[in-house]
């Protein structure tokens, strides 16, 4: 029986899908104001008769809504809330797509339990399904007849459909704070709708799932059908957690990756991407899609990659992720950092990181994100650069957006690689499940990212703003809008001794020198292994030549320039050092050897 409802609801869905969707014609009006319709006066006019307007109130109300549709205001509140309107007429979309397949479900079967078939049964259906609406097609769930238990049962499957199902208890606050305190917004833009995605991910979780006061309901209800759907639920659930472990363990899929930022970086400069599909192309590369989109599945596989990463990196640091009290630890905070590391999350996660380590500039930072998100994502979709982006001052979100300086002079910096190469976006700003490639045959970029990963001593671009000064030179011009710290990440790449390697081909000899695979690669208790020390020496070498060029430069630069503000300051901190040691007089053989009495 359980089996022909089943299908019975597969075939309703695909019946509405192909039917006539009654859209709520408010839903084309989000933010309210003018609208810009396009109506004729005729359907206006069957609207102010079906508002109750008579006489001369229903000719102002036709001839004031046909002006307000036309005017220039309305097509501007179009325009500025479309992208809006469009999300919310999908999901009014999807929304009564399954509210109608539901209703004709649950008819066609109280219809079967009455004995009808046939004609009867058909007329039966349509009859009560008419009732299930009212005049303004909302769910008619009021009264007890067939036709209301079957709109509300609809209602409940439509909205847990959408996941737009209304929160309760400790949600319902949130939602309400949101509601009459608009600032929250700014740290949780959304909230039913994240809400319930993590809630259908709870009620699908084996064991974690009867914490949930719905969910047991459900389980231990005396309804055969509502058991079989919570059981149905904890078996999906059960079924995507072990294939998402066999696909995390296997390596078909990544998770968060490495705990340290720099590590990361240095992975995805490579083209690896967090919560992806690893796919193998025909040429030896590894392509990377993303399936974060695939809520609410993908909080499973995320979960289980993440849980895999917690307790690989847990053998690299020498503590054993078999002990029980490891791997709860392990999958609460794979749990965690699956569910932090959501987009509509990002606002709730920054202010957290705040909040726990109050430095300035990851302030500035939180702030910045909160005034960029002023600006449409279109803006950043069309402005062409293809560049990822450095964000490190209060301003530099707006600058990448808009592709200017906001008349400091100075543009943001581009993100750059160890070896000074600027990281190129890999994937469309526009196509959702784009893919990025990994070239397994670039040796060195592989090279740093895995010996930071093993040893926890991260190889990426320098990120010392001061260069040795006591200025900050990511603020300081050195022409054409780049700044002093950007021209020297630049240059550490592209120098070289004459008639001598640049920085990645001297890497790329290196790596590949037998003597150089054959030395060890160290462990996260010793990081400055012996294959860490080669890359370090060779690294620090071309910056401090593009250091001296660029002192050199600064020493015969014009006054005023950045170059030369960069010497002028380089050379006040090295001779305020040099006095610090003239003052220095030791009281003995210790406190000349350590600096300390």
Same mark, same amino acid.
């Given at each position: ?23 709520? &014609? ?106 299930? /609406? ?44 949101? $509601? ?26 084996? &064991? ?70 690893? $796919? ?187 260069? &040795? ?24 790449? /592209? ?103």
């Amino acid at each position: 029986k359980t089996s022909l409802k089943a299908a019975r609801y597969d075939r309703a869905f695909l019946d509405s899908m192909g039917g006539k969707i009654e859209m709520d &014609g408010e839903t084309m009006n989000v933010f309210g104001g003018d609208k810009l319709h396009f109506k004729s006066k005729n359907s206006i006019r069957q609207e102010g008769i079906s508002l109750g307007f008579k006489g001369a109130e229903l000719k102002k109300y036709v001839d004031d809504e046909f002006q307000r549709g036309k005017s220039v205001r309305g097509g501007a509140n179009l325009l500025a809330t479309l992208p809006s309107r469009l999300l919310l007429t999908s999901d009014e979309f999807f929304k009564q797509t399954a509210f109608r397949g539901k209703v004709q479900a649950d008819l066609w079967m109280k219809g079967r339990e009455k004995g009808l078939k046939g004609q009867a049964l058909t007329d039966f259906i349509s009859e009560n399904f008419t009732k299930a /609406t009212d005049d303004i097609g909302a769910a008619a769930i009021s009264g007890t007849d067939d036709a209301a238990e079957a709109a509300r049962a609809g209602l409940e499957f439509s909205r847990e459909a959408t996941f737009t199902t209304e929160l309760d208890g400790f949600f319902a606050k949130i939602q309400a704070l949101a $509601v009459h305190y608009p600032a929250v917004r700014f740290i949780l833009p959304f909230i039913k709708t994240p809400t319930n995605l993590l809630l259908a991910t709870t009620h699908r979780m084996p &064991g974690l799932n009867l914490l949930s006061k719905k969910y047991r309901k459900q389980f231990y209800s005396k309804d055969p059908n509502e058991r079989a759907a919570a059981m149905g639920k904890m078996i999906s659930g059960f079924g995507l957690a072990t294939t998402g472990y066999i696909m995390a363990t296997s390596g078909t899929i990544t998770g968060s990756g490495p705990a340290n930022p720099k590590t990361k970086a240095a992975w995805m400069a490579t083209g690896w991407r967090p919560y992806s599909v690893r $796919v193998q192309l025909e040429n030896g590369d590894t392509a990377y899609v993303s399936y974060q989109r695939l809520e609410p599945f993908a909080n499973f596989l995320g979960i289980a990659a993440d849980a895999v990463e917690v307790f690989n990196e847990a053998e690299l640091e020498g503590r054993n992720p078999k002990e029980e009290s490891y791997i709860i630890s392990g999958l609460l905070t794979a749990m965690a950092e699956n569910s932090i590391n959501k987009t509509y999350m990002k606002g709730l996660s920054d202010t957290l990181t705040t909040l726990a380590s109050p430095e300035p500039h990851k302030t500035e930072r939180t702030a910045a994100s909160a005034i960029a998100s002023f600006l449409p994502n279109v803006i950043a979709q069309t402005n062409g650069d293809e560049a990822l982006r450095e964000t490190r001052g209060m301003l530099d979100q707006l600058k990448s957006r808009l592709q200017t300086d906001l008349g400091t002079g100075i543009h943001a910096s581009p993100k750059r690689n160890a070896v000074g190469e600027i990281v190129l976006r890999q994937t469309s700003k526009w196509h959702p499940f784009d893919w990025t490639v990994q070239k397994d045959d670039d040796a060195v970029l592989m090279e740093l990212a895995n010996q930071g990963y093993v040893s926890g001593r991260a190889h990426g671009a320098s990120d010392n703003r001061l260069m &040795g000064t006591f200025e900050d030179f990511s603020k300081v011009e050195y022409k054409d809008g780049q700044s002093i710290l950007d021209r020297f990440l630049e240059l550490s790449g /592209t120098i070289s001794p004459p008639g001598g390697p640049n920085l990645r081909e001297a890497l790329a000899r290196a790596v590949q020198m037998p003597a150089y695979k054959a030395l060890p690669t160290g462990s996260r208790d010793n990081p400055n292994s012996p294959r860490n020390k080669v890359l370090s020496r060779i690294t620090k070498a071309y910056r401090d030549m593009a250091k001296n060029t660029m002192l050199l430069e600064g020493r015969t630069a014009a006054e005023g320039t950045g170059l030369k503000k960069f010497y002028d300051e380089f050379k006040i901190k090295k001779t305020d050092q040099f006095n610090e040691m003239r003052k220095f007089t030791p009281k003995s053989l210790h406190h000349m050897l350590t600096g300390k009495q």
